[in-house]
């Protein structure tokens, strides 16, 4: 989990999913394992999900059982290397617009973030124009590398020549 992601939802409820460069069925049974393991709900574990609706359907279904650990009920969904859930997967962007759309964006309870590490990604299929989730962006973040004097903040323990 990206550290300043790590700091953020570390006193929220939230269900963290990083993706793997590995099949689309692959993620869709790891997805519906690890939400079932975040909810405590072993059922939710070992439901069967064959498309990336049937996982969001999953997904909204737990919200509640996330939200009774917040005192404001608020959740946070934290996607992590999105590219590669969408990678065989074209219909993920617009399922999840269509769930931020029908569902998410009106109860108002959650916060959904979508990270990876390709740029040309996030930008030209996550954000522009011709993609099904354009306009509903709250913020985007661009982290600029560590300098090497944030980079020995986070890595105390470490030499000089192990933090270049």
Do not use: H
Not at 87 to 92: R, V
Not at 136 to 164: D, G, I, M, W, Y
């Amino acid at each position: 989990m990206p550290l300043g992601i790590e700091q953020f939802v570390a006193e929220r409820p939230c269900f963290f999913y990083l993706a793997g460069r590995e099949t689309k069925r692959l993620q869709l049974n790891r997805f519906v394992k690890e939400l079932g393991q975040s909810v405590d709900d072993p059922l939710t574990g070992r439901t069967r999900a064959d498309t990336w609706d049937e996982a969001l359907q999953l997904l909204d279904r737990s919200i509640p059982a996330l939200a009774k650990r917040a005192p404001s009920g608020k959740v946070v969904v934290v996607f992590d290397e999105f590219q590669w859930m969408c990678q065989g997967a074209n219909e993920l962007l617009s399922d999840l617009q269509r769930y931020w759309d029908t569902l998410w964006r009106k109860k108002g309870n959650l916060l959904l973030i979508l990270c990876g590490s390709s740029i040309s990604f996030m930008v030209g299929d996550v954000l522009s124009r011709k993609s099904p989730l354009f306009g509903r962006r709250t913020q985007s973040l661009a982290l600029a590398p560590f300098r090497l004097t944030e980079a020995a903040e986070f890595f105390p323990r470490k030499n000089r020549r192990e933090l270049v």
